[in-house]
């Protein structure tokens, strides 16, 4: 007979019985015997690894109890499910934890307090927090996961790594492994590359200047452009100085306009613009419409050089400081004309294999601008 339960039940009390009895009986590792002795197929299961730069929440919970269903129900299907636990221990993540505890604010810190010295206050880092009452291994049980804690891998030990540089070689050795570029994000403090994952740990929202410009064109494609600017429109000013080329949506209807400033009634202007997007210069202009144009009748247009900081070969390239085809432009925003630095953005990037551009990076690991760019 089962032992009655108590008139007022207890719920963590009830848990923690459960727990102990699962310990002492050894249930979770009998399950996996049994199977074992059945012969029964496999189900294999491959855990995230957790990142251990911290203590877990309440979102690793929900998370490891749908792990946790999966593999106790192909279990009890039939399956043999080993369940191998392991702590992702190395990475950004736990870099930045590591360097806020320590007061170290950029890469050039951590190397002045000593690489060897970081590298094992992260490695105490990550144990402190698998170990100590409240973190990774209480949490583990005491929310019932059945997974191997004992014989848990860490991806900063040896073992992992080397194993990681294994898989490496077999690629190399296949020629598997090419030498080339990819926009990626970046970290200015740590000087470093981001992940997606990475990335999304420090979003916040800002508010950033966007800037409209007026670029000259020097070569029109067709003659009612000859005199006329370009009105450009970016969010990221700071890139202008890696700009190559000028976006246009080949569908998409442009017009020049001839424009009479308001405020300035001496100053005459004519601009092309994306035709859904004219509405941006009626509140200081007087506009008058000269002719309309699809996008790709303004391809090859080539214009004067919004900063000339970084020298572009233009026999090298020749389709460098010209306007493109692109499917990515749109109407939506802007003005219907886009700026194209492909250091620094992955469309910029493609568009840049597509047509033979330059890429130049005028913008330092550390987010500052190179020597080249004079003004700053």
């Known amino acids: 007979m089962f032992p009655p339960y108590e008139d007022e039940l207890n719920f963590p009390h009830l ?47 929900m998370a490891r109890t749908i792990k946790d269903a ?44 000593g690489i ?48 990681v540089w294994w898989s490496l070689k077999q690629l190399f050795d296949r020629g598997l492994i090419v030498k080339g570029f990819k926009v990626v994000p970046q970290s200015p403090t740590i000087e470093t590359p981001l992940s997606s994952h990475e990335l999304s740990l420090g979003y916040r929202t800002v508010r950033d200047p966007s800037v409209y410009l007026i670029v000259a064109i020097t070569e029109p494609s ?15 000013p700071w890139t202008l100085f890696g700009n190559v080329a000028l976006a246009v949506h080949p569908d998409i209807e442009y017009v020049v306009l001839q424009a009479q400033s308001k405020k300035q009634p001496e100053r005459s202007e004519r601009f092309v613009i994306a035709a859904q997007r004219a509405e941006l210069l009626a509140s200081d202009w007087e506009l008058r419409e000269i002719a ?15 900063f000339d900081d970084v020298r572009l070969d233009l026999d090298q390239y020749p389709n460098a400081l010209r306007v493109l085809p ?46 080249q760019v004079r003004a700053f």
């Open 116 to 163: 060897d010295r970081f590298n094992h206050y992260c490695r105490q880092l990550v144990e402190r927090h698998i170990t100590m009452d409240g973190g990774w291994r209480t949490l583990t049980r005491r929310m019932g996961f059945w997974v191997d804690l004992d014989s848990a891998y860490m991806t900063c030990s040896n073992e992992y790594i080397e194993s």
């Open 326 to 371: 692109a499917d990515f432009v749109t109407t939506e925003e802007g003005t219907g004309i886009v700026h194209i630095a492909p250091a620094f953005g992955q469309d910029d990037f493609e568009l840049m294999q597509r047509f033979h551009l330059p890429m130049p990076v005028p913008v330092t690991p550390n987010g500052h601008f190179t020597e």
């Open 70 to 113: 999966v593999c106790r129900y192909k279990t009890m299907r039939g399956y043999y499910v080993r369940r191998q636990a392991g702590w992702d221990t190395h990475g950004l993540p736990v870099e930045i934890a590591a360097s806020k505890e320590l007061g170290l604010l950029t890469r050039n810190d951590i190397i002045a307090y």
């Open 292 to 306: 309309r144009l699809r996008g790709r009748e303004l391809v090859g247009t080539r214009y004067q050089q919004i």
């Open 222 to 236: 067709n003659p009612v452009l000859d005199g006329a600017s370009l009105l450009v429109w970016t969010t990221t």
């Open 15 to 61: 848990e923690e019985r459960i727990l102990e009895f699962w310990d002492t009986s050894g249930a979770f590792e009998r399950s996996l015997q049994q199977r074992l002795e059945e012969n029964a197929p496999w189900f294999n299961f491959y855990e995230g690894p957790p990142t251990a730069n911290g203590a877990p929440g309440i979102h690793h919970m």
